[in-house]
């Protein structure tokens, strides 16, 4: 990603990030306000979507999850097989840093979660709601908060929470899967030979792309699978050249023109459709059940201690350097920001669950919502007074 595309990224990642936080707030005004049945009908509303042999029901919150979060996926893999190719990912020699610290933000909060779900009233299936974290959230709040702060800490949070979405990715696809049908998994995997054979095609028209990606999505639904897995895999098919000689390549071309898509009207729809706590939720049997308690422990403790140990590990036998200019304090900051799940940690949370069951998505809403805030406010004071101290002095 060039830097000029990487600023772009960042901008439009910050300013979704705030969105996101006043669309969060939007859905738990409106789930408890005088106008809570509106909610309530809106999301919960059955929508018919049939065209020609296929033929879908769901609700409306449920189409917003398997139809419009595959693009969010689509966009991500997009990114990630960048930075594999030619970004942060690519160096062998700056990956000990980002990939320990991310691994240990999985294990710890998975571990910390199943710790708190042993016994009588614990649910094991909830950890993977504690392995994302939310990017544009994340970014947000480190930018509001450290605007002085080196440019070495955003691409490091940038960097793990990118790790961190590939393994939410692939933890939804295998643990998430219904009962599969081989007649449609077929198909699926035919339509995956047939886009990783267009991208040989050097001008291929965007349309037969667009129709491609909807057929591998129709076939992985109806497969029983994950349909975050067919956003992946279609973004790893697209070609990173160009069309045309000195032209922008596909990859890029795609990523400019659907990430703003993805990041003002996807990504809000769904935290619209999924973050409507309500009063009812925040009882006492829910907001102190295991498995609210192990997301939001999980998130705010696992989280950092799992980063920041993993990045003290590393530096202190000596795998990677310090990120250029970064102090500890200001990497502990980033490590606690690694705790706000959110968007991904709601999308894993619910898949976890039967969506019939209401007190078990109640719970996994009161557990990341109270986890992420939670996680973005301690990062927030961190980072604010390591900004304060710079600005105080310059030579910090």
Known sequence: MSTRSRLAFL??????????????????????????????????????????????????????????????????????????????????????????????????????????????????????????????????????????????????????????????????AVLFTGDLRPGMLAGAVATLALLVGMSRWRTCPYVFWTLGFILLWGFTLKAGIDTAAAGLAAALCVPLRAKRPGGPGVLDELIEALHPYVAFFVLPLFVLTAAGVTLADLRAEVATAPVALGIALALVLGKQIGVFG?????????????????????????????????TMSLYLGERAFPATDDLAQAKVRVGVLAGSVASALLGWAVLAWSNARRSADPRA
């Open 11 to 172: 901008k439009t990642e910050t300013g979704a990030g705030l969105l996101l936080g006043l669309v969060a707030l939007l859905a738990l005004v409106w789930a408890n306000s005088p106008w809570a049945g509106g909610y309530a009908r809106l999301i919960g509303r059955d929508i018919v979507v049939q065209f020609g042999p296929f033929s879908e029901t769901m609700t409306f919150a449920g189409w917003v999850k398997t139809a419009l979060m595959p693009v969010f996926f689509f966009v991500a893999g997009l990114q990630i097989k960048e930075e594999m190719v030619r970004g942060e990912l690519a160096n062998p020699r700056r990956l000990a840093l980002p990939l320990m610290a991310a691994a240990g933000g999985i294990l710890v909060p998975a571990l910390i979660y199943l710790a708190v779900n042993i016994g009588e009233g614990g649910v094991a299936q909830g950890w993977p709601a504690t392995a994302p974290t939310d990017i544009a959230v994340a970014l947000a709040v480190l930018t509001v908060a450290g605007p002085r702060l080196p440019s070495s800490l955003r691409v490091l949070l940038l960097t793990v929470t990118l790790v961190h979405l590939l393994a939410a990715i692939a933890l939804g």
């Open 310 to 342: 993993a990045l003290a590990l590393a530096i202190g036998l000596k795998l990677d350097r310090r990120p250029t200019g970064a102090h500890w304090l200001e990497l502990y900051g980033v490590a606690v920001l690694c705790g706000i799940g959110f």
